[in-house]
């Protein structure tokens, strides 16, 4: 406390007017009229990640040489970072707000490096000593099985897993071919789940080999058992020999390796699966025609898949429908329809209309069909709901069974590995709060990404940590004046002529310097990531570096309210609101 | 982006009377920052004899001098003179005088003493007018701006004098121009100027947002603005020939930088065209001047 | 050692042997002579002294400001315009506290150009919170920088040491210069109260609102008012270690003068040899010379005037619209007074006009043989 001064008089001033004291005791605060005040919003990756990653989080862990800490932060939310890093859609990446200044960052590849970079060092997740609060049984151990299992053995419960074939991982380890992800990879990472002392049982088969009352013991269910059965086109000829569904052809050549296939292969789809197939097929030697009945705008696949596929030599025939699948001299021979574009249909894409008497014919030696999937609802308990495809759940993944719940593929048309992880985990989540009995809604809204649906376990887990605001923090709240544009990373690739003799990995794992420049790129969007420009630019020295949950805080003492540190922080990190007075 | 690492020292305290976001502030903190305790600074009269505080207090925690507005260049020559005389050669006397203070009123005191060479660093904290009386007009000042005494039916006719020009011309062994929204900048030419003997200068920007008509917070903002519409370019001048520009990447027409202050809403398209002109010209001759 | 020096030269004697740390001026006729003394001395490593040569007189003084906040012994010496010019400067001096000397040759201001003695320009400053000692001869120049800084760095305001253009500055008069080792004993180094101190920083000339202004008036006065006293001692002191001095007023001629003859400077010189030939021829006329203008000397002028009817005052200034300086102060120095002497103001010598024995022999007939001027400026040698 500076001290301040009273005179008498002449007589006990000093002879001249030198200064005696500080200035400490005029609190300037009291001429504010606005307050800064330091708070995390949520960056656009994060909210946009259906695993509820903590992207920036991880992201500046990276930028600080501190790969292992990245891991630390990632496996908080998600146990399969080496899958996401390489199969996983991104959506991240689309919402990242580089993106409308240069380009996003490669999320995707940064995590893949963390996973990868970790597997090196033999990194494996510690299991816990604790007591376990009762035991819990998972049904399916595609991704989101396992994220329920992983988030489940971390919050001490006693996990086992059913599976009904004999090897584990379900979709990631049939669906995906190899070449985009490495078996080794995911056993790496279902092996850190079991590290864990969660205990998967292969080849017992819900309905075949469990009944419900089987599972009596157990204080919770989660069931994730995908969706394994291909739709049907409704052709003629469908059903015929040399016909072949897409993802039974991925089981093949994922479990057994061994295939027969002609030299001619005509695909009929636009999706993942259907790029899969092609490009896994291809590498078996053979001529790939891929056939699509809209453009190619409109084909859901990934881009980047597409692309590669193309390389790789598929030819993609668009605007066609196949409308029968025949024979002639041995020869698969499908009968189609040319197609153009008509109205938008509640997709938002544009429809195909046939061309009447555009009739012409695609000759093939076996034909795979590949337009989705559908589930199985055959073995499902009664009570449970289903609608459209896909079992009816509540926000918290509850059905209409007590104790038992639901996710992944199985209750949603979002059927990507990351939306299975974070329906994974919030069904660990909804299983621990109804175990506790605990108001599940209501966690939800306190540990909400954003405005959801992902949610973090790290704010489940630690009320205490840093709080972050729901808003999602936009191009124009960030301050560009800090940054300059630079190149997005690009990941190298196998030669070409490599990609197509085999399934090894097509994309090759970022180095060390290659992620920490491209981690450098973030604009770490609504956290604060100690810039110090806060600090820099005050005029009135009122931004203190503390040891606190925030690394600087504001002295309301002294700080005018000028707003400096309000608009040239980067970030957004810190916010104004109008002095209450 | 790079992490900001400047000096923690503090050598401006708390509850000084500077105004909300006050570009001169963050000058001066930054200013201290690299000069060290070992300073004695000398105000001639600018905003800078109110904002440390009335008496019995100042918010300085170094040896600080008020002296009259005519005589930064003469006062300074006197204190370093009495520490030589005392055997301290090393503390740095330096200057802290505004654009009045320095383009007008004090510009014979600071031209002596460049002249002799006298060994200090001369610091004009520039914002563009007779501030601290409430926004009059100076010769630095720029075209066509509002001030008080140049209001909207007569702004301000002439351009703003070329004080760096002069300083070079008067041969000292450096001088260089510096803005706050380029702290590190800032703080290296203080650091370099705090290493050579003789008379350094150093012309600081500090917008001002009463007088500029800016909101407070738009400050390092506007700062920037100047430098990347090389309004207010930076270089350095080492013995009064040696000119070291620096290129700023990013360069933005003036209208980015004069839209945003209320001194120059009242412009037209071509007064702002002639600005513009006025700029190039003046950024070539710094060219021409850096590539000879 | 006794030399024949001008005035001008005995300044640069009195800044040596004061061992002056910094020295800051500007050249002004007829002061110049002395700022080349002093720069040939320093460069003949006679003067260990830093020499600021400034480009005007307002930073002449404003450099000395700094370097006596600083905490050194500073001088500088000017005239007329120059001294003017630093006008400012005089006040921010006197309002620091900083004993800096000043020696000022006194020469009138213009237009019209005239660069002759006359001390309308440091009369002009007389508000401006400096000490003012007038000259009569070169050893009274030298002996006065020395008592100066005594006086200065003891009450802790700064003094103006003042002689006449040519008539002192470049006339030669045998000196009697005290050694360096007489000085140092009488003349101590300065000891600053508040140097700039880097361990113990401070702001210096802090803004004051009304709250303490007055108060800090109030010190400067006070400081004045100790002037008489300390300058008494250090007078008293200097005397006994040199056997000559100088007070405040010097009273000349017979004891108990019915008319007293008032002057400054080097007038007085001519008037003591006035005041020595009327001696006996009727009315009894006495001379009394005033050295300290600042602060005004009125209880020494008290008991100086004991008994005298009449006050012919000379003065080598004006003010216009009241008169002469010196006339003026006496006059408002003796309203108050129960015993005040008829007082006639001679106005004479404006712009180094010499002020002959004539002219001064007129102005004690005038005094003697009117019972009270008629008119308030009596004009001396005046071209009607």
């Excluded at chain 1, 609504?526 to 203190?544: H, K």
């Excluded at chain 2, 260089?176 to 100027?193: F, G, H, S, V």
């Excluded at chain 3, 001095?245 to 000349?252: K, L, M, Q, T």
């Excluded at chain 3, 043989?369 to 009596?378: A, F, M, Q, V």
């Amino acid at each position: 406390m500076s001290k301040q001064f009273q005179f008498k008089g002449a007589s006990d001033m000093p002879m001249i007017p030198i200064s005696l004291g500080d200035m400490d005791w005029n609190k300037t605060g009291a001429w504010r009229a606005q307050r800064p005040f330091y708070e995390d919003k949520t960056p656009p990756c994060n909210a946009a990640c259906p695993a509820g990653n903590d992207i920036v989080a991880f992201i500046q862990k990276i930028m600080q040489e501190d790969f292992e800490g990245a891991w630390q932060v990632i496996k908080e939310e998600n146990p399969f970072p080496g899958v996401c890093g390489r199969v996983c859609f991104h959506p991240c990446e689309s919402k990242c707000n580089r993106g409308n200044y240069d380009a996003p960052i490669a999320i995707h590849a940064l995590e893949r490096f963390v996973s990868d970079f970790v597997a090196n060092l033999n990194q494996k997740i510690g299991k816990s000593s604790g007591p376990k609060k009762g035991k819990v049984a998972i049904i399916g151990s595609g991704p989101a099985g396992m994220s329920c299992a992983y988030h489940l053995a971390k919050l001490e419960y006693e996990v086992t897993v059913f599976e009904s074939t004999s090897s584990t991982g379900g979709i990631l380890r049939m669906g995906i071919p190899s070449y985009r992800l490495p078996k080794k990879v995911l056993d790496r990472e279902i092996s850190n789940i079991e590290a864990l002392g969660v205990v998967i049982r292969t080849g017992v088969s819900l309905g075949q080999h469990l009944t419900y009352d089987d599972l009596k013991d157990y204080r919770a269910i989660f069931i994730a058992t995908g969706a394994h059965r291909s739709r049907s086109l409704h052709i003629p000829g469908e059903k015929s020999k040399r016909v072949l569904s897409g993802l039974d052809l991925l089981k093949k050549i994922n479990l057994e390796r061994k295939l027969k296939l002609g030299d001619k292969v005509a695909i009929i789809g636009g999706g993942n699966t259907a790029i899969d197939v092609a490009r896994s097929v291809i590498r078996l030697g053979k001529k790939v025609t891929l056939l699509y009945r809209r453009s190619r705008e409109e084909m859901p696949a990934f881009k980047d898949e597409i692309e590669e596929a193309l390389e790789e030599g598929v030819k993609i025939r668009y605007l066609v429908n196949p409308i029968r699948i025949g024979q002639k001299d041995g020869l698969k021979r499908l009968e189609c329809l040319r197609m153009e574009l008509g109205e938008k249909d509640e997709s938002g894409r544009r429809k195909p209309v046939p061309i009447s008497h555009s009739n012409f014919f695609v000759e093939a030696d076996h034909v795979i069909i590949a337009a989705g999937e559908e589930v199985d609802v055959s073995f499902l308990p009664k009570g449970m709901e289903n609608k459209e495809g896909i079992v009816l759940t509540q926000r918290d993944g509850s059905t209409g069974i007590k104790g038992v719940f639901a996710g992944g593929d199985l209750t949603s048309m979002q059927r990507t590995v990351a939306h299975a992880i974070g329906s994974g985990k919030k069904a660990a989540l909804a299983m621990d709060c109804y175990l506790q009995g605990k108001n599940m809604e209501e966690t939800i809204r306190r540990i909400l990404i954003g405005e959801g649906p992902s949610l973090s376990i790290l704010r489940y887990l630690h009320p205490e940590a840093r709080p972050m605001n729901s808003h999602v923090v936009t191009f124009e709240e960030l301050n560009m004046d800090y940054f300059e544009p630079s190149e997005r990373i690009r990941e190298s690739k196998a030669p070409l002529k490599k990609r197509v003799r085999e399934f090894g990995e097509v994309t090759s794992t970022l180095t060390e310097t290659m992620a920490h420049e491209e981690a450098e790129r973030c604009f770490s969007c609504g956290t604060c990531n100690e810039c110090e420009n806060c600090y820099v630019f005050c005029p009135d020295a009122s931004i203190l570096k503390t040891e606190n949950v925030f690394s600087h805080q504001v002295d309301y003492d002294f700080c005018k309210g000028c707003g400096i540190c309000f608009s040239e922080c980067p970030r957004g990190a810190i916010s104004l609101k109008e002095e209450e007075r | 982006m790079r992490k900001m690492e400047i000096p923690l020292s503090e050598n401006l305290g708390h509850g000084h009377l500077a105004c909300a976001g006050c570009g001169a502030a963050v000058s001066m903190r930054l200013t201290l920052k690299a000069l060290g305790e070992k300073t004695v600074m000398v105000f001639p009269a600018s905003c800078w004899s109110i904002v440390p505080g009335f008496w019995p207090y100042s918010s300085f925690r170094i040896p600080v001098i008020h002296a009259g507005f005519v005589t930064g260049g003469a006062t300074a020559s006197g204190v370093r003179a009495a520490l030589d005389v005392r055997g301290d050669h090393e503390s740095v006397v330096t200057v802290w005088a505004g654009d009045g203070g320095t383009f007008d009123i004090g510009l014979q005191a600071l031209s002596g003493a460049a002249e002799r060479n006298e060994d200090f660093i001369y610091i004009c904290n520039d914002n563009e007018g007779y501030m601290n009386t409430g926004t009059q007009r100076s010769s630095a000042t720029p075209l066509f701006a509002w001030t008080t005494t140049t209001p909207v039916m007569q702004p301000k006719e002439n351009p703003k004098k070329d004080i760096m020009a002069i300083m070079a011309d008067h041969h000292i062994p450096y001088a260089a121009t510096a803005t706050i929204a380029y702290p590190e900048d800032l703080l290296r030419k203080i650091d370099k100027a705090k290493r050579i003997r003789g008379t350094r200068f150093i012309h600081l920007l500090s917008p001002c947002p009463p007088g500029w008509r800016i909101p407070s917070e738009l400050t390092i903002k506007i700062s920037r603005l100047a430098v990347r519409s090389r309004v207010f370019p930076l270089y350095e001048i080492e013995n009064g020939n040696t000119y070291t520009l620096q290129e700023e990447s990013h360069v933005v027409p003036v209208k980015e930088y004069l839209k945003m202050q209320g001194r120059f809403s009242h412009l037209s398209d071509s007064e702002v065209e002639v600005i513009q002109k006025n700029v190039e010209r003046s950024w070539e001759r710094l060219l021409k001047k850096a590539e000879a | 050692m006794k030399r024949v020096i001008t005035g001008n030269q005995a300044v640069a004697y009195g800044v040596i042997l004061s061992r002056v740390d910094v020295i800051s001026a500007y050249p002004i006729t007829p002061q110049t002579t002395i700022v080349e003394e002093l720069s040939e001395l320093i460069a003949n490593g006679r003067l260990n002294t830093r020499f600021l040569k400034v480009e005007s007189e307002h930073s002449a003084m404003a450099a000395l400001i700094g370097a006596a906040t600083g905490g050194v012994r500073c001088f500088t010496a000017t005239s007329s315009h120059g001294l003017a010019y630093m006008h400012e400067m005089l006040h921010w001096a006197s309002g620091a506290r900083l004993p800096i000397v000043l020696v000022n040759v006194n020469r009138a201001i213009g237009p019209p150009w005239n660069i002759w003695s006359d001390q309308s320009d440091s009369l002009s400053q007389r508000d401006t919170g400096w000490i003012q000692l007038y000259c009569e001869n070169n050893q009274e120049v030298l002996d006065t920088i020395l008592q100066a800084y005594r006086v200065a760095e003891s009450v802790k305001l700064p003094v103006m040491v003042v002689l006449d253009a040519y008539v002192l500055s470049h006339t030669s008069e045998p000196v009697e210069i005290p050694t360096m080792e007489e000085v140092d004993a009488f003349l101590p180094a300065y000891c600053p109260d508040y140097p700039i101190d880097i361990q113990e920083p401070m702001a210096f000339s802090v803004i004051t609102t009304p709250e303490y202004f007055l108060e800090f008036r109030y010190k400067i006065q006070k400081a004045m008012e100790e002037v008489p006293e300390v300058a008494k001692k250090v007078n008293d002191e200097f005397r006994s270690r040199f056997g000559r001095g100088y007070a405040a007023i010097e009273r000349y001629g017979e004891g108990e003068a019915e008319v007293l003859l008032v002057t400054s400077g080097t007038v007085t010189s001519t008037s003591r040899t006035v005041v020595q030939k009327l001696k006996g021829n009727g009315t009894k006329i006495g001379g009394m010379k005033i050295k300290r203008f600042r602060p005004f000397p009125f209880e020494e002028i008290y008991e100086e005037i004991r008994g005298v009817r009449k006050l012919a005052v000379i003065d080598r200034n004006l003010s216009a619209g009241v008169g002469g300086i010196f006339a003026q102060e006496l006059k408002a120095s003796l309203y108050s007074r129960e015993e005040r002497p008829e007082i006639f103001s001679f106005i004479s010598g404006l712009g180094g006009r010499d002020i002959t024995p004539n002219l001064i022999e007129e102005a004690i007939q005038y005094t003697v043989e009117h019972p009270r001027p008629e008119e308030e400026i009596l004009w001396l040698g005046l071209k009607k």
